[in-house]
């Protein structure tokens, strides 16, 4: 079966640094999304793309984060100057279409020291 | 506020009992009512969704109970098993794009043998 795939799957920055975080999802999948879940806290959406654009985001979703999908099979999330705060695990998700439920990957551990 | 409220926090249940997590929301816009399950270091995975126009869906031991008047949603786990226990999310999400989904705080379900 398809899967949406996310790497690294552990990701160590300093504070202050840029990170990229890379996702694969499902190849005819025409939504994206990431969401990000703090250690022992829900699952918080970040932002949805669709047409090479955002068309939802979340209060979360500050002009430290951007989205992008440079290629045809890549949708990235960058955060441009970590805090200790952004620390979480950060999942992408991809959909096919309208009324079709959203499919995760196994996400990315975002630590920041 | 588009608010899911999930409750219990945890729930032990004997091998072969029911599982019942329950969640409210407060959106009237919300339609689409989907539960995640997730295992540690692992994505949140689809279980079973269910859209306003039904009041109860089925799935093998998986039922989803749906209550429009009170805003009000439930997963049961008939016959819980040993390998069911994980953390259960619900979520809720409007416009049937399901974008900007939002999740309860999530429920740790353990059964015991």
């Known amino acids: 079966e398809p899967e949406v795939t996310q790497t690294p799957s552990h990701q160590v920055t300093q504070m202050g640094q840029e990170v990229i975080l890379r996702c694969v999802p499902i190849?005819?999948?025409?939504?994206f999304y990431w969401y990000r879940q703090i250690l022992g806290q829900k699952v918080e959406f970040l932002v949805s793309?669709?047409?090479?654009?955002?068309?939802?985001k979340s209060e979360i979703f500050d002009d430290q984060f951007s989205v992008e999908r440079p290629d045809g099979s890549n949708f990235t999330l960058k955060i441009r100057s970590t805090k200790l705060e952004d620390s979480a695990m950060y999942f992408c998700?991809?959909?096919?279409?309208?009324?079709?439920?959203?499919?995760f990957g196994d996400g990315t551990r975002l630590s920041i020291l | 506020q588009q608010q899911v409220k999930q409750s219990p926090q945890s729930l032990i249940v004997q091998k072969g009992g029911i599982s019942i997590i329950n969640c409210a929301y407060e959106?009237?816009?919300?339609?689409?009512f989907p539960w995640y399950q997730q295992f540690p270091g692992k994505g949140p995975a689809l279980l079973i969704a269910?859209?306003?126009?039904?009041s109860e869906k089925k799935e093998g031991r998986f039922t989803i109970s749906f209550n429009k008047s009170a805003k009000q949603f439930s997963l049961h786990i008939m016959d819980s098993q040993p390998g069911d226990s994980a953390t259960y999310f619900c979520?809720?999400?409007?416009?049937?794009?399901?974008?900007?989904?939002?999740f309860g705080a999530g429920t740790r379900l353990t059964v015991k043998p």
């Open positions: 269910i859209r306003p126009d039904v």
């Open positions: 979520a809720a999400s409007k416009g049937g794009n399901n974008n900007d989904m939002r």
């Open positions: 998700a991809s959909r096919l279409g309208a009324n079709q439920p959203q499919h």
């Open positions: 959106n009237t816009a919300f339609d689409y």
């Open positions: 793309f669709y047409n090479n654009e955002i068309s939802e």
């Open positions: 190849s005819n999948h025409l939504y």
